[in-house]
Structure formats: structure tokens, C-alpha cells
């Protein structure tokens, strides 16, 4: 009976700590997908800054 229990208690830590891992993975995707749009948005911008001019002569 106690071997079913430490059994019981090692398999719910176990799934417990997968889900922390799956939270965590899907935390970084995010993270990595937000920090790709944003440097695409200022690529864009600074292209966007190149090609229309500023009506300022130099």
C-alpha cells in the first residue's frame, strides 16, 4: 500500500512539473515571436523612412 502511494505521489509530480515545462516553452515561443514582429516593424519603418522623403533639404 505505501508503495502505491509513493507511486501515486511520484507519477502527480511528475505531470505537475511537465506542465510548468510546457508554460515555460510556450512562454519563450511567445517571447521569441514578439521580438521577431517588433524587429520586422522597425526594419519596415526604417525603410519606410528611407524611401519617403522628409521635405527637408540638406
Do not use: H, N, Q
Not at 524587429?39 to 524611401?51: F, R, S
Amino acid at each position: 500500500m505505501k508503495r502505491l502511494l509513493r507511486v501515486v505521489i511520484l507519477v502527480a509530480t511528475c505531470v505537475t512539473f511537465m506542465g510548468c515545462a510546457v508554460v515555460s516553452v510556450a512562454g519563450a515561443a511567445v517571447s521569441v515571436a514578439a521580438t521577431a514582429v517588433k524587429t520586422t516593424v522597425k526594419a519596415g519603418a526604417a525603410v519606410v523612412d528611407l524611401a519617403i522623403p522628409d521635405g527637408e533639404a540638406k
